[in-house]
């Protein structure tokens, strides 16, 4: 039987023994922040079977590990989906077979100069408060700003980025990303969020996109939920890639979210060897609806250097959207997107439930239409256009 471990005067890191019996509620976010894993020796004997990367990984991503993420990874099994999302392997020092990059959405192109203003769409924008994130996945679609050693994103830059925001009347929403935002303490997000509101009341949807919620549920506290609150945080989009993430601790941190008036929207990444299975994409979809979180996105991996191991084909996720929809709840089913290259933006993937064909005699169209279950039905009356007399007789 374990012994219950004294915390009153934390250590760094915590044995195997130490993290059977940590208890995440017994201490700060900020302690548990400071009790990352953030080499992968540093989990050999906490987890067996840890593959022994080269150092060169290091140079190019770093490794983040909170406790109660660590304490989540079977201990034995390699293939853990937890583990896969955040624990080096040699995949990363391996060449794909075709073109990988730092900056493959081309986010740098669309980023306003001076500021972390990420500005692709008229009505809405991305603003990057911050390059550090709670624990690294291995995927990260920021890899070339994420993990860097100066922190959080130069104040004087947000600042910048205030003013781009205040100064455009056409911005109506305004994403709030990074890295990640709750790294921020209360009274700095109480700062940017407040100077949004003040200066930009034109702004309509304020939301924010936060991994650590999922990977630091302890973050979510009454008194972040109050300054979220205050500022009409409308929406906070957490990202979940399995269901085995989904823990009690978790939803309670949702729930006290939910209570401050906040919409709870789900992204996730298609995963080779994660998620990749329909199974395990109904349960998870099920168990985010089940506690009130609204499946948004399912991303295909980026093509982001050291991630190509991840990549599911588009074919694959074409099975994977048809697992899905008629087989579990309407509102549980996401849509399945890639981001196009260079800035191309989202794009969605969808198999073909309905298409139009063309007569066999030229005398017009006809629609062709196909359930879940492969059944089919042709529609003649979606292929015409029945025009309606301008006046009655």
Known sequence: MLQ??????????????????????????????????????????VLNHIENVNETVYSKFAIAVTPYMAKLMDRDDPNCPIRLQYLPTFHEETKPGFATMLDQLGEEGDTVP????????????????SNTCATLCRFCTRKRMVSQPKGSVHKD???????????????????????????????????????IRTRAPHVRFLRMGSRMVVQLPTRVTPELCAVLEKHRVQMVNIH??????????????????????????????????????VEVMRELFMQTIEMGVRPYYVYSTDMVEGAHHFIVPHRRMLELYEGLRGWISGPAVPTFIVD???GLGKLPIIPSYVREE???DGSGTTVKCRNYKGMTVEMPGLGQDFSLPTTSN
């Open 4 to 45: 219950k471990v004294d915390f009153a005067t934390p250590k760094t890191l915590l044995t195997y023994e130490e993290l059977q019996a940590y208890d995440p509620e017994s201490e700060s976010w900020q302690k548990q922040f400071a009790r990352r894993y953030t080499h992968h020796s540093q989990l050999d004997g």
């Open 114 to 129: 001076g500021t972390s203003i990420v500005h692709r769409y008229p009505r809405r924008v991305l603003f990057l408060v």
């Open 157 to 195: 830059e947000i600042e910048r980025s205030i003013d781009y925001i205040a100064n455009n009347k056409n911005i109506e929403d305004v994403l709030l990303s990074g890295g990640d935002p709750l790294t921020f303490t209360d009274e700095r997000l109480d700062e940017i969020l407040g100077a």
């Open 240 to 277: 979940i890639n399995h269901h085995k993430e989904i823990t009690p601790l978790l939803r309670s941190r949702v729930k006290m979210l939910q209570k401050a008036g906040i919409m709870l929207g789900l992204q996730t990444v298609c995963l080779k060897g994660v998620n990749d299975s």
């Open 340 to 342: 196009g290259l260079g």
């Open 358 to 360: 063309a007569l066999a």
